[in-house]
């Protein structure tokens, strides 16, 4: 992606390498695991197998590194990854509703890994 591309991106992500969190999604009193790529403030890639179908909306959990702590987003698939075989592996998750905690949580994170980014790419 160019420079000028992640700046037109509402919600930009670090372009050094993809985040990575465990996450788990749950709807319905079903809970399943998986991680989240590429999060920014936004939404986030959802790998997993079997991801959740286009335009459904899940709950998702997710514990950040570095003692930043636990967050709860609804967010709703916008979009499937397909994998070499045809299936999905993953799934674009959109932020529907995230509270200011969560995204004050989400904004030290992806600010942390940016640091980190910088000092091993620097």
Request: contains cysteine.
């Amino acid at each position: 992606m160019t420079n000028a591309v992640a700046e037109l991106r509402e919600h930009a992500r670090c372009t050094l390498a993809p985040t990575m969190i465990r996450a788990e999604i749950a709807k319905d009193g079903v809970v399943r695991e998986g991680y989240l790529i590429n999060v920014s403030l936004g939404g986030a890639l959802l790998t997993m197998n079997d991801p959740p179908p286009k335009n459904e909306s899940w709950e998702l959990y997710l514990l950040l590194p570095w003692a930043i702590g636990e967050c709860r987003v609804a967010a709703t698939t916008v979009w499937h990854q397909i994998g070499d075989q045809g299936e999905p592996i993953g799934a674009g998750m959109s932020f529907t509703d995230v509270s200011d905690d969560t995204k004050q949580k989400l904004s030290r994170y992806l600010a942390r890994f940016a640091e980190l980014s910088e000092e091993v790419s620097g």
